[in-house]
């Protein structure tokens, strides 16, 4: 009785979310859905080989960069293309193989907002699978970013929904950045160049700061150097003389030259642990010029969530930094 009632209430959650265009196929009310770092994987059963399953999943639910432990970088559901239908269909992220002897070519697109928004659509088709798989394999780099960005997109756009506007012109009036910070964040410490925003739970924390610094040249260490500074002189720790610093493991932090709307220049993700305590966890920074030329101004949203996965907290810090504007 309960799984006939279930049932009944998906289809007509369906029915009432969707309705027909006039020229045929589904019409999807404007929003996307899909819990956070989950993804669509529309392939069928016969193509769902063991080397397959391999391949795609190594490229899919890689490591999540930039994390003290492992985590996927996306939760798969698969479906078949035939199950393929309109609730599917809302989903932000999905990847779809659909091959058939009726198609004359094998092709790869990416497809944004084709049924909803914001959303992803990754479309390999063609009447060979070896073909789809390499298609899949030479544009694993695009597939993984156009996802993950998508993933940032919908955070954002949720954040912008519950924002604090209070908070978010403190910012724009002391660095002359636009921020969207959602509402559960409050100010934890305030200096002439920086601000510390804290989110905290009985289980977790996630914080966002802000600081400006004298203008130097965007490196791995001089970004690291600052970066402790401040963190030293603003941030005390849980016990007395503890204070966080960047994790300098192998390989971390990652930096890398991007623009982010039409600000250029350089993100971080990488460690922090404490000095005289044992508190850590991720994080995610970005470093631009002001206009003038006088000063850097850094965005850098780390977590603290001790025996928990940390892979969707540090997205939402990261969907914050990554809303300068």
């Known amino acids: 009785m309960k799984k006939t009632l279930y049932f009944v209430l998906v289809i007509a959650l369906v029915f009432f979310s969707c309705k027909p265009k006039s020229g045929g196929g589904i019409q999807v009310e404007n929003f996307s859905t899909g819990k956070a770092g989950e993804m669509i994987l529309a392939m069928d059963s016969a193509l769902w080989t063991t080397e397959a399953q391999n391949a795609i999943i190594a490229v899919l639910q890689q490591p999540q960069k930039g994390l003290n432990q492992q985590e996927p970088m996306f939760d798969i559901i698969r479906c078949s293309n035939k199950d393929f239908a309109s609730s599917f269909m809302r989903h932000r992220n999905i990847v779809q ?71 978010e012109e403190k910012v724009l009036k002391k660095f002359g950045i636009r921020l969207t910070i959602p509402d559960d964040y409050f100010v934890g410490r305030e200096e002439s160049d920086f601000l510390w925003l804290c989110y905290r739970t009985p289980k977790n924390d996630r914080f966002v700061m802000i600081y400006k610094t004298p203008a130097t040249e965007l490196t791995r260490d001089s970004l690291v150097a600052a970066r402790n ?8 720790g849980a016990v007395l003389g503890a204070y966080p610093i960047v994790s300098e493991i192998s390989g971390y932090p990652i930096t890398d030259s991007i623009k982010i709307h039409y600000h250029e220049g350089v993100e971080q993700r990488g460690f922090w642990e404490s000095v005289n305590d044992k508190m850590g966890g991720p994080f995610y920074s970005f470093t631009t010029m002001t206009a003038d030329g006088s000063s850097c101004i850094t ?9 928990e996965n940390k892979r969707d907290y540090l997205r939402e810090v990261e969907a914050i930094v990554k809303s300068i504007n």
């Open 299 to 307: 965005v850098d949203g780390f977590v603290y969530a001790p025996q």
């Open 229 to 236: 500074r401040i963190t030293k002189a603003y941030i005390q």
């Open 97 to 167: 193989f659909d091959c058939s002897s009726n198609y004359s070519s094998n092709t790869f697109e990416i497809k944004k907002d084709a049924y909803t928004s914001p959303q992803i659509h990754v479309v390999i088709k063609g009447n060979d699978q070896n073909q789809c798989y390499q298609l899949f394999m030479e544009h694993q780099d695009e597939i993984i970013k156009a996802l993950y960005d998508n993933d940032i997109a919908r955070l954002q756009n949720a954040q912008r929904k519950l924002n604090n506007p209070a908070l």
